[in-house]
């Protein structure tokens, strides 16, 4: 058994990989970071998934960040979250810059304090096709780094776990599926409303995810797609 903080948001892909880390028996140590996200109600169900699990779960409230981030319609009000998909670099409003970097300067650390082996990030395969900072060569890099920064502090086996990142989201549903778990327990949706709003990039992707695994997808939605 090792000790893994275990970056999860609330949603489907990071909820599945802390069921996984659990499965595989792994001592988990659920981890939310609240960098001003208008979706932060996400963090609802991280907890939720903690004490399905039996783990704990933290929260880093760096929410003061967010106004920082202008232009992200995840941070910044005055951008609305658009209706549509993305591709390549740069082009979406969805995007936050250095999120998963600055994610993981923050599960480093606490894996410090923790005296944790590992830190796991839910990245897809998908996901390094329009977020830079979900690519193998930066995974890589940011490892080599904590190692550096974090040399005689640390776990001297320190390493980076993404566990999903091989898989895409209808195959992530297909492993959920395996460990069961609860899906009505998970949120996607960007605008972070009473119920997923089926329409912006996050609820497409999701809506396809259940789609292309040929499983009904529990989710309730505003809206129907388009």
Not at 168 to 186: A, F, I, N, Y
């Amino acid at each position: 058994m090792s000790k893994v903080i275990a970056i999860v948001s609330g949603g489907m892909d990071s909820v599945t990989m802390a069921h996984q880390l659990k499965e595989q028996g792994d001592e988990v140590h659920l981890l939310s970071v609240d960098y001003g996200q208008r979706h932060r109600k996400e963090h609802d169900f991280a907890a939720a998934a903690a004490g399905r699990l039996g783990a704990p779960h933290q929260t880093a409230d760096l929410s003061a960040i967010g106004a920082m981030f202008r232009g992200s319609s995840l941070t910044d009000p005055t951008v609305d979250v658009p209706e549509q998909t993305w591709e390549g670099y740069g082009e979406s409003p969805n995007i936050v810059p250095n999120r998963n970097a600055l994610l993981l300067a923050v599960a480093f650390a606490i894996a410090v304090v923790e005296k944790a082996e590992s830190v796991a990030i839910g990245i897809m395969a998908g996901d390094a096709t329009s977020v830079p900072d979900s690519t193998p060569a930066f995974l890589d890099s940011f490892i080599a780094m904590e190692r550096l920064a974090t040399k005689g502090y640390a776990h001297p086996g320190l390493s980076l776990l993404a566990p999903l990142a091989g898989l895409q989201k209808s195959d992530v549903v297909l492993l959920g599926e395996r460990l069961r778990v609860p899906w009505t327990q998970t949120w996607t949706c960007l605008r972070g409303g009473t119920v997923h709003c089926g329409r912006c990039a996050a609820c497409w992707e999701r809506q396809e995810a259940f789609t292309e695994a040929g499983v009904d997808d529990p989710t309730t939605y505003e809206g129907n797609r388009g």
